[in-house]
C-alpha cells in the first residue's frame, strides 16, 4: 500500500534524524585562517598535485587490458579532491600544520585527523588552487602523459602561481596552531555519514512532523490519514510520493548501514529509542520527537 510505503520511510528517515543529532555537536564549524594561506599554498598545492595523481594511478589499475579509463571518472576525483569528507579528499585531513623556525611546514600523517582549523585552512588553499580549473586538471591526469614531478610542476607553477615567488616568513609572534588530534575509524564513519546527510538536507538535524512530510512526500496532503479503504485507491501522485520517500531514505540508510558497523551494539538502542520518538510524532501531536538520550 502506498501509504504503508511512505510510513515506513519516514519512520525510518526520523529514527536516522533523531540518532544523527547525537553525533552532531552544538559548538560551530571551524574555519579557515585566511592569513595562513600564503606561508602553506606552495606545499599544498605540491600534495595536491601528489594525491591527485597517485589517485589516478589507482584508477587506472581497475580498468581492464584494451580499455581506456573513464574520463568522467576523474571529472569526479578532481570534483572531490578538495573536500576531506570524500574518500578522495581525504588527504586533506591527514595535514598537520607544523610551525618551525620562520616556516609553516605542511606535513601529511599516515592517519586522519579531526578536521579543525588547519584542515580547513588546508581545504581553502586547496580549492583556491583548483577554483574552476578541475576540468582542465581531470584533462591532463586522464592523457596522463606527464610524470608526476612534471604534473606538479605544471600545476603549482604553470598553471597556477601557487609556487611562484618568495614565501613570506611566518611572525615570530603568531600563536601555534592546535595540535593534530587522530580521528578514530568509528569518528570518521560517523564524520562521513553526517557529510552525506547534509547533502541529503538532513544535517544531523531533529525535524517536526509536517517539516518530514514536506521533505519526503511531494503533494502531501491529508488523504494519508483516512481510512485504509482508500489506499487500494491511491492516486498516481501518492505512488510516486512513496517511491520517491523510499528511495531517498534508502540512501540514508545504506550510509548509515555502512558507518554503524563498528558502532552496531551502542547504534541499535539509540534507533529503538529513536523509533518510539517517531511512531509517536506520526501518530500524536505535531510535536519535535526528542532525540534518544546518551
Known amino acids: ?18 540518532v544523527f543529532a547525537q553525533f552532531n555537536p552544538s559548538k560551530p ?101 583548483v577554483g574552476d580549473r578541475d576540468t582542465d586538471l581531470a584533462e591532463e591526469l586522464w592523457k596522463l602523459k606527464m610524470n608526476r614531478a612534471q604534473f606538479t610542476n605544471w600545476l603549482c607553477r604553470s598553471l597556477t602561481s601557487s609556487c611562484k615567488g618568495k614565501v613570506p616568513k611566518l611572525p615570530a609572534d603568531r600563536q601555534p596552531g592546535p595540535p593534530f588530534t587522530v580521528l578514530d575509524e568509528q569518528q570518521a564513519q560517523l564524520q562521513k555519514m553526517m557529510a552525506g546527510m547534509k547533502e541529503q538536507g538532513m544535517g544531523g538535524t531533529v525535524y517536526d512532523r509536517d517539516t518530514i512530510m514536506k521533505k519526503y512526500m511531494i503533494g502531501y496532503d491529508d488523504d494519508y490519514e483516512d481510512d485504509d479503504d482508500e489506499d487500494e485507491g491511491a492516486s498516481a501522485t501518492a505512488k510516486g510520493a512513496a517511491a520517491g520517500a523510499k528511495s531517498t531514505v534508502s540512501k540514508l540508510a545504506e550510509q548509515a548501514t555502512d558507518a554503524a558497523g563498528s558502532a552496531l551494539s551502542y547504534t541499535q538502542k539509540k534507533l529503538s529509542s529513536a523509533f518510539s520518538g517517531a511512531q509517536n510524532l506520526l501518530t500524536g501531536d505535531k510535536k519535535t520527537a526528542p532525540a534518544a538520550e546518551l
Open 1 to 18: 500500500m502506498a501509504r504503508t510505503m511512505v510510513l515506513n520511510a519516514l519512520l525510518l528517515a526520523c529514527a536516522i534524524s533523531c
Open 29 to 129: 564549524p571551524a574555519k579557515p585562517v585566511k592569513s595562513d594561506i600564503k606561508y602553506i599554498k606552495c606545499q599544498v598545492c605540491e600534495h595536491l598535485a601528489k594525491n591527485a595523481y597517485r589517485q589516478v594511478q589507482d584508477l587506472k589499475k581497475t580498468v581492464k587490458p584494451n580499455k581506456k579509463l573513464d574520463e568522467m571518472a576523474v571529472i569526479e576525483l578532481m570534483e572531490h579532491i578538495t573536500d576531506p569528507t570524500k574518500d578522495q579528499g581525504e588527504w586533506v585531513a591527514k595535514i598537520d600544520l607544523v610551525e618551525s623556525g620562520d616556516k609553516l611546514l605542511v606535513q601529511e600523517q599516515d592517519q586522519l585527523g579531526d578536521c579543525g582549523v588547519e584542515c580547513k585552512t588546508v581545504q581553502r588553499a586547496a580549492e583556491d588552487i
